[in-house]
């Protein structure tokens, strides 16, 4: 019974198939190309690719940079500890930026992917891509009071000059460069954002502080999974030793 089902199944005519999908035209083609050969962090075409040996992700040699500067890093991609010592350059992928060819997003010209930031970046078309794109405006504006106790934890003022709008790399390059020989005593202003930062406590060495501290971001390297009162504890132990 069974085998006459299925010989009755096979022998039945099918029904009209649907319409074939079509194939995807050559600007999503050239889109995905690009994503392909795309940094994680940057989202740019790879410049100066190098790779990570454990987990094999690709990155730009400059993006992937300030992760070298942690003395346990991990993938900004997967999250995986790695060996700084491992990281190589991506010689396959600077090859096949070299031989694939890309239409530029502005002026459609065909571009190697190897060349495409350099065009893009001098493309008329693009800029005034760029120049026109709308500014954000919400949708709906919020009925809600906007918080004014909340601390500012993205940019950050100079404690010895003033300086404004700071992030936390270019606040380590402007007082690498403008002030390492100031010898005041001054409050760290990324840890006194924080909530474990005590905004009068001033450091000896704010410089050395700078670069063992904050010469990366807590929110691309911290696990804040990690039981919080530990965090404040080894916080506090650090602020000592440094004394």
């Known amino acids: 019974m069974f085998r006459s089902l299925l010989v009755a199944a096979a022998q039945r005519p099918q029904g009209p198939a649907g319409p074939p999908r079509a194939a995807p035209g050559p ?44 003395p346990s890093p991990l993938c900004p991609l997967c999250r995986v500890p790695f060996d700084p ?74 404690p010895y000059c003033g300086a404004r709008n700071l992030d936390q790399q ?22 006194s954002a924080m909530p474990w930062g005590d905004p009068s406590y001033k450091s000896a060495n704010f410089l050395q502080h700078l670069l063992h501290r904050h010469k990366f971001s807590y929110d691309t390297f911290v696990d804040y999974n990690i039981d919080e009162e530990a965090a404040l504890q080894a916080a506090l132990a650090l602020s000592l030793s440094e004394n």
């Open 27 to 70: 600007g999503a083609a050239a889109e995905a190309l690009e994503a392909q050969f795309s940094c994680p962090i940057c989202l740019e075409v790879f410049h100066r690719a190098v790779g990570i040996a454990g987990c094999g992700h690709t990155f730009c040699g400059e993006c992937l940079q300030p992760c070298l500067q942690v």
């Open 85 to 158: 010592k491992k990281v190589e350059k991506a010689s396959n992928v600077e090859k096949q930026l070299s031989s694939y060819k890309a239409p530029c997003r502005g002026c459609s010209k065909k571009v190697t992917l190897a060349k495409m930031r350099s065009h893009v970046s001098s493309c008329a078309k693009v800029q005034e891509q760029m120049a026109n794109c709308p500014k954000f405006v919400p949708v709906v504006p919020t009925s809600q009071p906007i918080p004014s106790n909340i601390p500012n934890r993205s940019t950050f003022v100079c």
């Open 170 to 191: 270019e606040l380590v390059k402007h007082c690498m460069e403008n002030h390492r020989n100031d010898p005041n005593k001054v409050v760290c202003p990324v840890c």
